[in-house]
């Protein structure tokens, strides 16, 4: 038996991009599923493709906006006990400097990817204490490690998911419960084009002239990451295409 097989591991974002991937990545190790996002419908999809293809595992779709700390507490509630946290959900809007950031989109990239975060740790750690295991897996970013222009919030939100994830793991540190960061550079999702609000063509010039990451490269991570013997934490991974170095350095048409 897997160590990941039969564990109940909860994705918020799971309706695209790297926490998609991840539910299929999970799904293969037989670990049950509570899939969590905005649009439904995406997730009922994923959760009948995934059913059909492991009828061992539960699949539960729930809709939920992570900015609600409300929503989160009922969906807590409701669910199995959660053994593997995959903090996901995330989202960058703008490129704009700091000087013309609008307030409402500011407030949107932090309730996403800081209060959310916070909040859904808070829901879970209570019963991860209880029963003595646990882990949470929170995703970083290259931006939560160098700041670049035209980032000054999503920077400053991922920087706050780093700081976030170390206190915890210090908190936590006489305890069984894992706690991981996941820090990728480029990965081609729909990150970027939520980023140029909805603006395909400028989404794509981001991954011109370089392999970037896909989904399925993190998700392959996290799923190693999770599956590590109880004894071992991988604190912090940072995870690149291979022509990046850094936030701004990345070498096209080679
Ligand atoms: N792509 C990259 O280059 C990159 C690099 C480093 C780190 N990351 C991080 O990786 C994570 C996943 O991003 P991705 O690349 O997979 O982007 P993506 O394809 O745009 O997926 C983002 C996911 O987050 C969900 N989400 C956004 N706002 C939400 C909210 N208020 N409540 C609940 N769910 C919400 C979206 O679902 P709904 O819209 O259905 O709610 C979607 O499932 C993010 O934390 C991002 O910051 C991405």
Sequence with gaps: MGRLEGKTVFITGASAGIGEASAREFAK????LILTARRLDRLKGLKEELEKKYPSIT????????REKKQIDAVIASVPPVDILLNNAGM????????????????QMIATNIKGLVFLTKAVLPSMKERQTGHIINLGSIAGKQAYPGGSIY??????????????????????IRVSAICPGLVNTEFSTVRFRGDKQKADNVYAGLQPL???????????????????????MLIFPTNQASATNVARNN
């Design 29 to 32: 190790e037989g670990s049950n």
């Design 59 to 66: 699949v539960t779709a729930v809709e939920l906006d992570v």
């Design 92 to 107: 960058v809007l703008g490129v704009e400097h700091l000087q013309d950031v609008e307030e409402d989109e500011f407030d």
């Design 155 to 176: 920077c400053a939100t991922k920087h706050a998911v780093e700081a976030i994830t170390g206190s915890l793991r210090h908190e936590l540190v006489d305890t069984p």
């Design 214 to 236: 896909v989904a399925q490269d993190i998700a392959e991570i996290i799923v190693f990451t999770a599956g590590r013997p109880p004894h071992v934490n991988i604190a912090d």
